[in-house]
């Protein structure tokens, strides 16, 4: 065990039994720390159910293109837990992380915390002692007993709210709303995602609680696509903006939330548009690149999508970008698939009915994850022919193959090569990622 990963293991030690929702365990160990939380450059921070990462990683896009440093923080990570925490631009190198994570481990003593309030309060004394000029803090679950929901915002934002983590935010979508609302603060902006009605009324009334100005998608601004490029409109203006980098329908809203925030900002229309074509974001519809794992699908002409969207919502708008796909160049769609066991894999499949051909099932290394043969049996239930594979490597060859089997209805049909999509777990992706890097 390296240096890094011993740091991180005393930390996970900590964790406490049965986790208490609350913020009194991270605002002692930030106490103790000098509260790093009320030395960071203007923050904006963002909750929400879906489309939080995007958001983040379009508004770091916009910022940079305008010449600012930028700390982000988000997670989990997908392949080194690095990418969680980056300083004025730069992914957190080793020895700094170190040194962060182990000052944390000492002044919580041998207190309950949990990993992601421990790595929390690390990022922001990481922040906290180096110099930029905004930060971006994504929420993990929830918001008001989030562990980062212990600092003043400049902006908050909350994308898009639905159902997820029910076991810990429930199935009533009015009080999820609230949960996320926590993040609202006194006379500071708030800006909202297009959202179902009862959430709306919710975050009204939060932010006039709170006494925070609100501005909401479809009222105050909004944003579209029009003739291949993207469209946001305000009462005061009109911007004529390039399509964002990232691929999808549903990131035309999530480009448009950061937009909303990079005017209330200041940031010129000239950097907004460079942020846009630059923003970068990992295993959100991404094409994948050549690598070991790929290359199994490249080798018989299939190309390879990857996506960590594991819950209704972000499906629906999965799905909604492969039949885009499908309608100018058809191909069987095949899923390789591994979800964890408490989500709604179902609801999940169910965007996929008619649409996809096939489903390799999948088990995702080191975490809970839904069975196999349960995944398999949901997804025959929605027409889908179906097979296991015994690691990724396994899965890619029999999703090629499968999907060629399919697309053939009669021996003299010529093989159409696949569309081969890996999704259901951003833990699944990392691991994808990691793999076809080797």
Not at 18 to 42: M, T
Not at 116 to 134: G, I, Q, S
């Amino acid at each position: 065990m390296n240096e890094l990963d011993q740091a991180l293991d005393e930390l996970r030690r900590l964790h406490p039994r049965k986790i208490d929702l609350g913020l009194s365990r991270i605002e002692n160990v930030l106490e103790n720390l000098g509260r790093p939380q009320d030395r960071l450059p203007p923050a904006i921070h963002i909750a929400g159910t879906n489309g939080k990462g995007s958001t983040v990683a379009q508004l770091r896009g916009i910022l940079e293109a305008s010449g600012a440093r930028v700390h982000v923080y988000t997670s989990p990570h997908l392949v080194r837990f690095n990418e969680r925490i980056v300083l004025a631009g730069r992914e957190v190198d080793d020895a700094t992380l170190i040194d962060v994570l182990r000052r944390v481990r000492a002044a919580n003593g041998d207190a309950p915390l949990s990993f992601f309030e421990a790595t929390t309060a690390a990022a922001f004394l990481a922040f906290a002692e180096t110099p930029a000029d905004y930060a971006i803090i994504e929420v993990g679950l929830g918001g008001r007993f989030d562990a980062t929901n212990v600092f003043t915002p400049r902006l908050s934002a909350i994308t898009p709210i639905d159902y997820d983590h029910a076991e810990f935010l429930g199935r009533d979508i009015a009080g999820i709303a609230r949960e996320k609302a926590g993040i609202i603060k006194s006379n500071r902006p708030v800006f909202t995602g297009p959202q179902h009605d009862k959430v709306n009324a919710v975050l009204q009334v939060e932010a006039h609680k709170a006494k925070a100005p609100i501005k909401s998608w479809g009222q105050d601004f909004r944003a579209y696509g029009q003739q291949g490029r993207l469209i946001f409109e305000t009462e005061c203006e009109l911007l004529d903006l390039p399509l964002p980098a990232l691929a999808g329908e549903h990131q035309i809203i999530n480009a448009g939330l950061a937009v909303a925030l990079a005017r209330e900002l200041g940031i010129s229309p000239e950097h907004i548009s460079t942020g846009l074509t630059n923003a970068v974001w990992p295993a959100r519809m991404q094409p994948m690149p050549n690598g070991p794992l790929v290359d199994i699908a490249a080798d018989a002409g299939a190309e390879v999508w990857l996506d960590g969207g594991h819950n209704p919502h972000a499906a629906r708008a999965l799905s909604a970008h492969m039949a885009t796909l499908e309608s100018r160049s058809p191909k069987p769609l095949i899923l390789v698939m591994g979800i964890l066991a408490n989500k709604n894999a179902g609801g999940f499949l169910d965007f996929f009915e008619g649409l996809a051909a096939g489903l390799i099932a999948v088990e995702i290394e080191d975490h809970a994850s839904l069975s196999p043969d349960i995944l398999s049996e949901l997804a025959q239930s929605r027409g889908m022919a179906t097979l296991i594979g015994k690691n990724l490597t396994d899965a890619m060859q029999k999703a090629v193959n499968m999907g060629e089997a399919l697309s053939r209805q009669a021996a003299d049909v010529p093989v159409t090569p696949p569309r081969i999509l890996v999704c259901g777990s951003l833990y699944l992706a990392g691991q994808v990622l990691s793999e076809n890097a080797v």
